[in-house]
């Protein structure tokens, strides 16, 4: 009971760290040289689901990006050409309390693109996988590659978030719109 509840609260305060260091500059809407970018976690066997997202860009100072994740879907409305990938992400459970999960980030992970030319980038879609351990071993888990929901899926729920959420990023909801139809 007390190892969970110290463990509770430094995932809480590493919680706020993170919060603390993620990007909150505002992003141009109508700039034509960034990019979108998005993801899919599947949560369903986890503790928690995944209610944010942080997204290194490796850089050479490594800035996190820490975005929403709703149903699963996270994006970035504006990022610039580089290196990205999932680092952490989080949620909370009124039973399993706030729990920060890492991707795997020491080096690169399958999350891991390069953006280039202004677009639309997939980060893939990843589902969590309990791994079994011993009876008083901290539980562990992987995120391992999953086609379901598809790309196309995926793509669709962003649309719609971006147009509840985000109407005046129209340059971006066209990109995600002509991706759709190249998705065919």
């Excluded at 603390?20 to 986890?46: F, K």
């Excluded at 795997?104 to 953006?115: L, Q």
């Amino acid at each position: 009971m007390i190892r969970r509840c110290i463990s509770s609260i430094a995932a809480t305060l590493l919680l706020l760290l993170v919060t603390a260091c993620a990007s909150v500059e505002p992003v141009d809407p109508n700039d034509p040289n960034l990019s979108l970018i998005y993801g899919y976690l599947d949560m369903e066997d986890a503790p928690t689901s995944a209610d944010w997202v942080s997204i290194m860009h490796y850089d050479g100072n490594s800035e996190s990006y820490q975005v929403p994740a709703e149903d699963g879907v996270f994006y970035h409305v504006g990022v610039v050409p580089g290196p990205y990938q999932v680092d952490t992400f989080g949620g909370d459970h009124f039973w399993n309390g706030p729990h920060i999960y890492d991707f795997g980030s020491n080096g690169r992970n399958e999350t891991a693109i390069k953006v280039g030319p202004p677009g639309v980038y997939f980060l893939g879609a990843h589902r969590y996988v309990e791994v079994p351990t011993g009876w008083l071993e901290q539980s562990k888990f992987t995120m391992e590659p999953t086609d379901t929901p598809s790309e196309r899926e995926i793509l669709t729920k962003l649309l719609q978030l971006l147009r509840e959420n985000n109407p005046e990023y129209t340059r971006q909801i066209a990109l995600v719109e002509q991706r759709l139809e190249q998705i065919q």
